[in-house]
């Protein structure tokens, strides 16, 4: 015998009601999931800055996530590292400051290399533009490397920045990362590249800048502000804060952005250049967008004006430079037509190495003003 159950529309509805709702549930959940997972893969595919000169394919995958992260979800939270560095490791039988490597401590080397030749600087009426098979662009004697999958306007890059640096110029120095460190001598070192310690975190490189700009008339402030620490979530959240402050009260020119590359050391990275005989570590550009979709239109003013400093440079100090980066983020470079990061080096170089780049930096600086 065949039974037949008998249901209500009323039944019949809710089961049908029950199930779409489950299935709306799953399919949301695997939104949710997979483009999550998109974001992710694309912002590790086109953020990441590895230098191909020196065939480095691998970074430190944690910070550069965060970085990503972060600058496009201002709200994201990470756990924090366990150990993260809040002191100067240093050999029990060393004194607290007196014994560390006196070139470090005292911020002083050999290396005070002023323009031999101090001829006016004559601004080309354009660039020599040229867009190489890799993706990348030449402009002048400099090379961007573009992260943005946006193809550039070549015509625009050929004309030269309307930013003019000036003895009247006003220059804010800051640090992001500010307990990013170097690797040190063997009686002293950094827990992972990274203190709170002024004398050998980013602190001691930007103030060689900021010492070399004000002793050359420029008007130049140096913030001290430590935005990675305790947290280093938030570090660009909290240096947009420091930033922003300053700019309510003071014009400045050119807001510059002072880190060291988070390549790590273990891969032996140190780029580095010799200069009349000292070694120095090589700077790069990081140049942000509006790529990620954030709101930063004339980040083309910020990327003229590192291509005019770069090809200055390379005039003064062939190889002080790495290929420019021009990246998805924004990194609060919208914040002013005259910013950008400026990334010293790497973890394998020395602080004394990070140190005197600045002071060719300042020189290249310098030799805009006639």
């Known amino acids: 015998m065949i039974r037949i159950k008998v249901i209500s529309v009323r039944q019949a509805f809710n089961s049908i009601m029950s199930s779409m709702i489950v299935a709306t549930i799953i399919v949301f959940v695997a939104f949710i999931f997979f483009s999550s997972f998109y974001i992710l893969k694309e912002a590790l595919k086109n953020n990441v800055l ?39 490791k240093r050999d029990e039988n060393q004194s607290s400051t007196n014994n560390v490597d006196i070139n470090v401590v005292n911020n002083e ?30 402009v002048g004697n400099m090379v961007i490397t573009n992260y943005t999958k ?38 002293t070192s950094v827990t992972n590249y990274r203190t709170i310690d002024s ?14 700009l004000k002793a050359k008339g420029y008007n130049c402030v140096h913030d001290e502000e430590l935005h990675d620490y305790p947290s280093y979530n938030g570090a660009y959240r909290s240096s947009l804060a420091t930033v922003e402050k300053y700019l309510s009260n003071q014009k400045f020119d050119f807001v510059i952005d002072i880190h060291r590359d988070a390549l790590s050391s273990n891969l032996g990275f140190r780029p580095t ?42 005039e ?55």
């Open 50 to 88: 590895f230098e191909n000169e020196f065939s480095i394919e691998t970074l430190s995958r944690s910070k550069m996530i965060k970085e990503i992260y972060l600058d496009e979800f201002p709200n994201a939270t990470f756990k924090e590292e366990a150990n993260f560095p809040i002191e100067v």
């Open 109 to 138: 080397s050999n290396l005070d290399v002023e323009i031999t030749e101090k001829r006016k600087y004559e601004l080309p009426s354009k660039y020599d533009v040229e867009l190489y098979d890799s993706g990348k662009v030449r």
């Open 150 to 187: 946006r193809q550039l306007d070549l015509a625009e890059l050929s004309k030269p920045s309307d930013i003019m640096i000036t003895k009247n110029s006003n220059f804010l120095l800051f640090h992001t990362h500010t307990s990013e460190s170097y690797t040190f001598s063997d009686n």
């Open 199 to 212: 004398r050998y975190n980013m602190i001691s490189v930007g103030k060689i800048l900021y010492d070399k």
């Open 273 to 314: 250049v010799n200069i009349d005989g000292n070694t120095a570590a090589k700077l790069m550009f990081v140049v942000g967008t509006n790529a990620s979709g954030l709101s930063h239109d004339e980040w083309m003013k910020n990327l003229k004006l590192a291509i005019m400093i770069q090809n200055r440079a390379n």
């Open 316 to 370: 003064m100090y062939p190889g002080l430079f790495r290929d420019l980066n021009l990246s998805k983020s924004r990194y609060n470079q919208h914040v002013s037509n005259g910013a950008f990061i400026i990334e010293v080096g790497a973890t394998g170089n020395t602080l004394e190495e990070a140190q005197n780049s600045m002071k060719c930096l300042a020189n290249v600086i310098d030799s805009f003003v006639q």
